[in-house]
């Protein structure tokens, strides 16, 4: 037998290695899975954020709710002052429908308090018209007044606490009533003095009777406009007192304790406002004021226990809201 035919036999007679039983596979065994305590999240997930990379938006501090940017501040200026100057035309407009009543029956009746009657010329070829123009922009900002302090309060009031928005209509009102008195007191309390004066002066012994009195209307007319201004102003005292209270520099114990400087002063104003060298037309003047100087020492007051209330009751609430000390 050959070789080849003896290879073959063996060939045939082993199993080919493709067809032998696979052993049985070895079973691995896993470690029991342990879940993380809630420290270790805690621990992962802030070194998860401490990698990241920052954002550059998250280091704008978005704005708080109700307050409002630099820019929208100058816009809300803007239309303020607009709205203001709108009233103020609008005001003007009415008034250049009346102003020859007003010029006539209002500020030209003064001339005719005195005997012998004040007499008025024009010495300018546009003395009337810019007379004219005078009174019409005087009574547009008169008339115009509750408009400008409401546009005002309106700027200012997202700036303040609520109680103090709730007291803006009683200080509007406290102004323009205080302004309108101070209106009515110049008219019939200075005015007359001061054209009785005028109108004798060249019977005194600093006159001269040679020489007649023929005012100029332009110089009456701003005269007369300005001392009634005048006295409105004074008569702002009580909004001025209770606006200097609130913010604490008028204290009422600080008025009382200089009411003797109050009166001296008030008659030096009153001697300087009335030009009539005699007493009666400066205790005229001077009680008002007087009587404005105790309407202030009282509001301050007022603003005085309002506050002390309001003290007393935060200082209620805090011990309240504390826990009492153990015993």
Request: net charge negative.
């Amino acid at each position: 037998m050959s070789a080849g035919e003896n290879g073959q036999d063996e060939q045939v007679g082993r199993a080919p290695a493709v067809l032998r039983p696979l052993a049985p596979a070895r079973s691995v065994e896993r470690p029991p899975v342990r879940r993380r305590t809630d420290d270790e999240i805690e621990a992962w997930s802030g070194a998860v954020k401490a990698a990241e990379v920052d954002d550059p938006s998250e280091d704008i501090v978005p704005a708080k709710s109700g307050e409002m940017p630099f820019l929208d501040h100058l816009e809300e200026l803007r239309w303020t002052i607009i709205r203001t100057l709108l009233g103020l035309v609008v005001a003007m407009a009415l008034s250049s429908g009346v102003a020859r009543y007003v010029i006539d029956g209002v500020l030209l009746a003064p001339t005719r308090w005195v005997e012998p009657n004040i007499r008025v010329q024009n010495l300018n070829p546009g003395g009337q018209f810019w007379m004219w123009m005078e009174v019409v922009i005087i009574l547009g900002l008169i008339l115009s007044l509750p408009n400008t302090l409401y546009q005002i309060w309106r700027f200012i009031s997202p700036g303040l606490h609520q109680h103090e928005r709730k007291h803006a209509g009683t200080v509007i009102g406290l102004t323009v009533g205080c302004f309108l008195l101070g209106l009515v007191f110049g008219y019939y309390g200075i005015l007359p003095f001061t054209m009785r004066f005028f109108a004798s002066f060249n019977a005194g012994i600093d006159g001269s009777t040679m020489i007649e009195n023929n005012f100029d209307v332009n110089q009456y007319m701003s005269t007369v406009l300005m001392m009634l201004l005048g006295a409105g102003v004074i008569f702002e005292l009580p909004v001025l007192t209770l606006l200097l209270a609130q913010l604490g520099v008028v204290k009422p114990a600080l008025m009382r304790k200089y009411r003797r400087h109050a009166v001296i002063v008030i008659f030096l104003i009153a001697a300087i406002v009335t030009p009539t060298p005699d007493p009666a037309g400066q205790i005229a003047m001077a009680v008002p004021l007087l009587g404005l100087y105790e309407v202030s020492i009282g509001i301050a007051a007022w603003v005085a226990r309002g506050k002390a209330k309001k003290a007393a009751a935060e200082a209620a609430a805090e011990a309240a809201e504390s826990p009492e000390p153990a015993v």
